[in-house]
């Protein structure tokens, strides 16, 4: 069925008012109108025709195409006064690099408002200016489009019913424009005797360009700033940036201090009114301009309302469904650069090249490969200078291929495999499903090979399938698994001793629900609260049981030494026993053992304590923590950074960074490298190697991560499981030809590497069909 004959089914609205004047608002009435020439389309705006906020807009080769599918009047016209750009310029104190092919282009908010005021009047669209809707319940029509931007006062009116959230972001900024000119999108770092500041710069017309200055609230309380003198801001700002703006001045334009609200709402619509453009969700200016956000949802907010007429609901369902999936990515994505942005202090300091690439994969959108199709020759300076400072003599291996040293144990490269629970074990005792399943993945080229958590004790595990460490004949049977390893591979393997607390006794993932309450054991736990509501509820530990926990500990910390692994993994995370005293939601102990942080670690800490004083000096030992709980009152950022700075300065050579898993009522933002972020926050906060894992699938995002700085090591989980030589796959993706395949398999090298150079050359090809367009 085509939209026309929907149309026919559903009654055509006849009247549509649209609240707020801005282009998302003024593009909406201008496609709807086309379609539906007789519907009555009018716009409120509350200020004058001219009058408008900012300087510039930026718009991408991707919206501006679907400009000239929509309007082609509007793309004519919008076109010509556009100003365009290929590159993409990262200066820190002087020091600058270009990044070239990125397609974007930009023009005067003016303009662009002018521009569309002019179209919807030839369309036939009224425009009402001065004329704010103190009520909107006095409108009569059949649709209203809440278009009034970021401080909605319609949102606000409904707040309840739309489920709206504003957070305020930690950061300050300014919008100003100059007249000096800008042949590139610029980010021009400074260091100043108060904190770094940023400054977000484009030119958006002939002699005219934007400027908005960042920095947190600590560095601008250092800097004297007053939210609304603008004479002072500029003044200062001026004699910050003096190299930068060449002599050129700054303008304002009610250009007060502010902090960026993140807005977003649980429903964009109530009875007959539809939020629109910054109303409904905002995105940061530092992944591209909200305009351009505004304007791709008016698209889909006409087209539902074409397609259902009068039909509110159907036309809202079809609105949400186009666009909430997008805007949230988008969301997502900004929140994530806004991150970077708001903790730059972190990499003010890293050498430039690695600090420009960090800048330019902030979001995570972008990559080292992207980079290399867009500008090959700045990631390969990027990745020139890395091998140069970790004195890796072929200056071209990459990231995930280059060494490193966790205290004297040398990984051949930086790809680990992260536990993962087999639960194939019978008493505690590995067997050959787990010989085949670490040993093909040894030889598979992994660098260093994490255990699945072995249990300290019988009561300790997870299941009965679960592995143990607690007994010599356990010992002996990881030991054959080690011996192998060593003898046929250059993989290295870590024990993850550990205890599962109040998470134990529990069926294995594919048994019936019929065998969940077979062969209970009594639980323990910092606290007497259940994992999940109607779960056995387990004791709260004493000094005793705590005395035993750290004897069981010691005793497999040995068992590990003769079974010859090269590093020892502690288990502090996911809600399992030791992590249950880390974490306020399952700690709700009053004696020494509960309360403060400090207090929280006590028990954790004599338990690395106890294993460090057992197990060999020479060989290293990690520690896994969650960095959040994904829960509402969990752990905080304070205390995690506490964690980790208590088990760096109790010896601890490497933190394995995870998240969550701590309650069953978790809420986890889950997306591509989605945990990379806090081992970003502990690597580069505390200042001690980390390991981070999280939807991590290809070769491409580990060198990015590496390179960016936000984790030594990266852990693959799930990848690993049905692709065990995932690290062949990816050498031979990458062309690099590693010196430990083993002699009976060289013979398959040729045929792999010739099919992986054809794969990697057809991905190339649709990467650079998709990359933006050269406007040079």
């Given amino acids: 069925m085509t939209i026309h004959s929907v149309l026919e089914a559903n009654q055509k609205p006849k009247s549509i008012a649209v609240i707020g004047g801005g282009p ?37 080769d991707e919206t501006l195409s679907e400009f000239l599918t929509r309007d082609p009047k509007s793309y004519d016209l919008i076109r010509k006064h556009f100003a365009y750009w290929d590159d993409l310029d990262v200066a820190r104190d002087g020091k600058i690099v270009r990044i070239s092919g990125n397609g974007f282009c930009g023009c005067s908010r003016k303009t662009l408002l002018q521009l569309l005021q002019q179209r919807c009047l030839e369309e036939g669209v009224n425009l009402h200016f001065e004329h704010p809707i103190e009520d909107v319940m006095t409108l009569k029509a059949d649709y209203i489009v809440a278009c009034d931007g970021i401080n909605s006062g319609i949102r606000t009116q409904f707040e309840e019913e739309f489920g709206t959230k504003t957070e305020l972001k930690k950061n300050k900024f300014v919008w100003m424009g100059s007249t000096k000119p800008l042949d590139a999108f610029t980010y021009f770092f400074r260091t100043t005797e108060f904190g770094p500041i940023v400054a977000h710069s484009y030119q958006y017309q002939e002699g005219m360009s934007t400027w908005i200055f960042e920095c947190s609230e600590e560095t601008w309380q250092k800097a004297g700033f007053e939210t609304t003198n603008e004479e002072d801001t500029i003044a200062k700002i001026s004699s910050i940036f003096k190299q930068e703006l060449d002599g050129h001045g700054l303008i304002s334009n009610h250009s007060y201090w502010r902090q960026f609200p993140a807005v977003t709402n649980d429903k964009w619509h109530h009875n007959n009114i539809v939020l629109l453009g910054d109303a409904k969700a905002t995105a940061h200016y530092s992944i591209g301009s909200g305009t351009k956000l505004a304007m791709e949802c008016a ?22 469904k186009l666009r909430r999936n997008r805007v949230e990515m988008i969301q997502y994505a900004a929140n994530v650069s806004l991150d970077w942005f708001e903790n730059m202090e972190r990499y003010i300091d890293f050498d430039f090249d690695q600090f420009a690439f960090g800048v330019m994969t902030r979001s995570k959108k972008v990559t080292f490969e992207n980079l290399a199709i867009r500008d090959a020759s700045f990631p390969e300076k990027v990745l020139t200078e890395f091998n140069t400072k970790i004195k890796n003599q072929n200056l071209k291996t990459p990231a995930a291929f280059t060494p490193f040293y966790i205290k004297n144990l040398k990984l051949e490269n930086r790809i680990v495999m992260a536990p993962m629970g087999q639960y194939q074990a019978e008493n505690g005792l590995p067997n050959n499903w ?15 090979i994490i255990t699945e958590m072995t249990s300290v004790s019988e009561s300790g595990r997870i299941t009965l399938g679960c592995t143990g460490i607690y ?21 290295k393997v870590a024990v993850q001793l550990g ?41 709260e530990m004493t000094v005793s049981d705590m005395d035993l926990i750290v004897s069981q500990f010691e005793n497999a910390a040995q068992n590990a030494e003769k079974a010859n692994f090269d590093m020892i993994e502690l288990q502090a995370h996911h809600g399992f026993l030791l992590a249950s005293f880390l974490s ?3 700690n709700k102990r009053t004696d020494e053992f509960g309360g403060s942080i400090s207090n929280r670690l006590k028990f954790p800490l004599r338990v690395f304590n106890a294993i460090q004083n057992v197990f060999p000096s020479e060989k290293p030992i990690s520690v896994r923590i969650s960095a959040t709980d994904w829960a509402e009152n969990g752990i905080s950022q304070e205390e995690v950074l506490a964690i980790a700075e208590a088990f760096k300065l109790a010896g601890a050579d490497i933190i394995n960074v995870s998240t969550g898993n701590t309650v069953s009522n978790q809420q986890p933002q889950m997306g591509r490298m989605w945990q990379t972020p806090f081992s970003d926050l502990i690597r580069n906060t505390i200042h001690i190697p980390t390991i981070t894992a999280g939807s991590i699938t290809d070769i491409d995002q580990i060198n990015t991560i590496i390179l960016n700085g936000r984790a030594d090591l990266v852990a693959l989980g799930k990848p690993l499981l049905l692709s065990p030589y995932f690290v062949r796959n990816a050498q031979a993706y990458e062309s690099y030809e590693p010196t430990d395949i083993p002699n009976s398999y ?10 992986k150079k054809s794969e990697r050359k057809m991905v190339e090809g649709m990467k650079k069909a998709l990359k933006p367009k050269s406007h040079k």
């Fill in 434 to 448: 787990h010989f085949s399943h670490y040993t093909q993945r040894a030889l598979g080229g992994l660098g260093l």
């Fill in 746 to 755: 060289k013979m398959g090298v040729q045929t792999l590497f010739a099919d």
């Fill in 24 to 60: 998302g608002g003024l593009y909406f009435a201008i496609l709807t109108k086309k379609v539906l020439p007789q519907c009555q389309i009018d716009v409120y705006e509350r200020n004058k025709a001219d009058d408008s906020f900012g300087f510039g807009v930026v718009f991408s």
């Fill in 471 to 491: 007994n010599e004949s356990q010992a002996l049977d990881w030991k054959k698994i080690n011996n192998f390893i060593h003898q046929n591979s250059t993989c």
């Fill in 499 to 539: 205890h599962s607390g109040r998470k134990g006794s529990i069926k294995k993932p594919w048994e019936s629900e019929k065998l969940a309450n077979l062969h209970q054991w009594e639980l323990i736990s910092a606290s007497p609260i259940p994992f999940a509501e109607g779960g056995i509820v387990p004791k």
């Fill in 584 to 586: 306020p939601l399952t």
């Fill in 299 to 320: 698209i889909s907010l006409s087209d539902a309302i074409v397609q259902f007429g009068t039909n509110t609901d159907a036309a809202f369902a079809e609105y949400e």
